[in-house]
């Protein structure tokens, strides 16, 4: 009994250490049909601001993400948690340091960011900020085509607007949950998601014990021969139990080069 609790005190204690132990995890991603080599992203993803404790967690790692001086900051959905009406003010105060941005903040949503009728009240939240909000549409940066597709389980999302020509040869693609990956069209160069939380709570060298509707496929880190090759972020944030065990919040920052 006294090494059972002793067992589950340590598991208890590092769980708490690891929810809140950002890793800033640097990548090179080489990909084909990239023209914008050295491209840089810092990567942001499941937030689920729902406490002050949640917002200085995110402010934190925003912190993290500048210092890294990244052409682009991207922030691929779940601001918020399902079940709960977000908090204007909350969220915005974890945002708030990305006005010191010195390049482009771009978002897209997840399926948190919308409540069981199908609204998102985060929309009007994110206008506030300093985060451009891309919902099945798409902007330039140095170059880049950077598309945000709206969320797989709750959203509408239609990734038939990035018709083949219209855009850079270098386009990525946000989309939350990185299971929709052959949905996405083969000009997509690379799809950058979340959702997976990389699992969450994982036995001893991060194999995840649960797997989630639309990270069932692919969970963490790339995936080169994906429909679209595809980065999953193992994101910053929790459900359910505040606790990641084996699994630490991600702040990814990935250099992409032409393959």
Not at 31 to 45: E, M
Not at 60 to 77: N, V, Y
Not at 90 to 107: E, F, K, N, S, Y
Request: glycine share 8%; with cysteine.
């Amino acid at each position: 009994m006294t090494a059972g609790a002793l067992t589950s005190m340590v598991s208890t204690s590092y769980a708490n250490y690891a929810t809140g132990a950002l890793c800033v995890e640097r990548h090179e991603l080489a990909v084909p049909k990239w023209d914008a080599d050295g491209f840089r992203i810092a990567v942001l993803a499941d937030m689920h601001i729902d406490s002050s404790t949640e917002a200085d967690h995110t402010k934190s790692a925003i912190r993290l993400a500048l210092a890294e001086k990244p052409d682009l900051i991207a922030l691929p959905g779940d601001f918020a948690v399902i079940g709960m009406r977000p908090d204007a003010r909350l969220i915005m105060d974890a945002l708030a340091p990305l006005r010191d941005a010195q390049c482009p903040v771009i978002g897209s949503l997840g399926n948190h960011d919308y409540d069981h009728n199908g609204e998102c009240h985060v929309r009007s939240t994110l206008a506030q900020t300093a985060v451009r909000l891309l919902v099945n549409e798409t902007v330039d940066v140095r170059g880049v085509t950077i598309a945000g597709i709206d969320d797989g389980i709750r959203g509408d999302a239609d990734p038939s607007f990035l018709k083949e020509g219209q855009f850079s040869r270098s386009t990525l693609a946000l989309f939350h949950e990185p299971d929709y990956v052959p949905f996405v069209p083969k000009t997509v160069s690379l799809q950058i998601s979340g959702h997976s939380h990389g699992g969450q709570i994982c036995y001893p060298g991060g194999i995840r014990i649960h797997a989630t509707r639309g990270s069932e496929d692919y969970c963490s880190g790339f995936y080169p021969n994906a429909d679209v090759p595809l980065y999953v972020t193992r994101g910053i944030g929790t459900t359910g139990p505040r606790w990641r065990l084996f699994c630490p919040p991600e702040v990814s920052i990935l250099t992409i080069r032409r393959a």
